[in-house]
């Protein structure tokens, strides 16, 4: 069993920047591959950010390469997402997701591929 629990949304206007956390807690083994989503009302859930814990790689979705961060603190077990120069369009519920990686080198990056979820935290961006 996984638990997830986010922090760090808000409100920011356009060109500012949040931190999102994620606490994360359970087997080690569920949670090789970590990820951030996001969704608005009426659309379907996207993969922003994931990681392979183990091997370290990472995936973005195109609208977010150069702004955005995942990163990994295994001490703390937590995983973050840095997001600078926001935009209103990365207005939505973020989720952090965790599960055992379907691959030893790629990181899972389709909600279908996670098991474990966190309840979300908002992000509200303003022009």
């Known amino acids: 069993q996984v638990q997830l629990v986010e922090s760090g949304g808000g409100s920011v206007q356009a060109g500012g920047s949040l931190r999102l956390s994620c606490t994360t807690s359970?087997?080690?083994?569920?949670?090789?591959?970590m990820g951030w989503f996001r969704q608005s009302p009426g659309k379907e859930r996207e993969g922003v950010a994931a990681?392979?814990?183990?091997?370290?790689?990472?995936y973005y979705v195109d609208s977010v390469k150069g702004r955005f961060t995942i990163s990994q603190d295994n001490a703390k077990n937590t995983l973050y997402l840095q997001m600078n120069n926001l935009k209103p369009e990365d207005t939505a519920m973020y989720y952090c997701?965790?599960?055992?990686?379907?691959?030893?080198?790629?990181?899972?990056?389709?909600?279908?591929?996670?098991?474990?979820w966190g309840q979300g935290t908002q992000v509200t961006v303003s022009s």
């Open positions: 359970g087997n080690r083994a569920s949670r090789s591959c």
């Open positions: 990681i392979h814990t183990g091997g370290g790689s990472t």
């Open positions: 997701a965790a599960d055992a990686c379907p691959s030893a080198v790629v990181a899972a990056t389709s909600p279908n591929e996670y098991l474990y």
